[in-house]
């Protein structure tokens, strides 16, 4: 079913499977950042802040280009930034400690801005190569 929706996106089950990919995004950054006594094993990967960064704009481009949907790049933004700040707070990784609220909301603050401007750039992108071609 083909939609021109700016929320969802023109394709509801594309929309779908991003998604699942911002889920899969939070779970593989939340396993590398959370501690191994937590976990009982050790992570290979470890997630720093520009690894995040990188992460958390890419993949709303991405999501942008393929479906549009201003919703869903917020999504793909907010899986990495969540599965990072998260157990920051909740496995008390920083001192003072802060609470589960606080990592959530920093990751909302990050995760929007970079979400809506990852679905500018990529509805741009996609917009901009359908008119040139």
Same mark, same amino acid.
């Given at each position: 079913?083909?939609?021109?929706?700016?929320?969802?996106?023109?394709?509801?089950?594309?929309?779908?499977?991003?998604?699942?990919?911002?889920?899969?995004?939070?779970?593989?950054?939340?396993?590398?950042?959370?501690?191994?006594?937590?976990?009982?094993?050790?992570?290979?990967?470890?997630?720093?802040?520009?690894?995040?960064?990188?992460?958390?704009?890419?993949?709303?481009?991405?999501? +942008? *280009?393929?479906?549009?949907?201003?919703?869903? @790049? =917020?999504?793909?933004?907010? $899986?990495? %930034?969540?599965? &990072?700040?998260? !157990?920051?707070? +909740? *496995?008390?990784?920083?001192?003072?400690?802060? @609470? =589960?609220?606080?990592?959530? $909301?920093? %990751?909302?603050? &990050?995760?929007? !801005?970079?979400?809506?401007?990852?679905?500018?750039?990529?509805?741009?992108?996609?917009?901009?190569?359908?008119?040139?071609?």
């Amino acid at each position: 079913m083909d939609r021109s929706g700016l929320l969802v996106g023109r394709n509801v089950t594309t929309a779908k499977r991003l998604l699942a990919v911002a889920l899969v995004a939070f779970a593989v950054v939340f396993v590398s950042i959370t501690p191994s006594e937590v976990l009982g094993f050790e992570s290979p990967v470890r997630f720093d802040l520009i690894v995040l960064f990188v992460l958390a704009a890419a993949l709303p481009i991405f999501g +942008a *280009f393929v479906n549009d949907g201003a919703l869903v @790049s =917020v999504a793909l933004a907010g $899986g990495p %930034a969540l599965g &990072f700040y998260l !157990p920051l707070t +909740a *496995f008390d990784m920083v001192y003072p400690s802060e @609470s =589960v609220l606080w990592g959530v $909301g920093t %990751a909302a603050t &990050f995760a929007v !801005p970079l979400g809506l401007l990852g679905f500018a750039v990529g509805a741009g992108a996609r917009r901009l190569i359908e008119r040139v071609r």
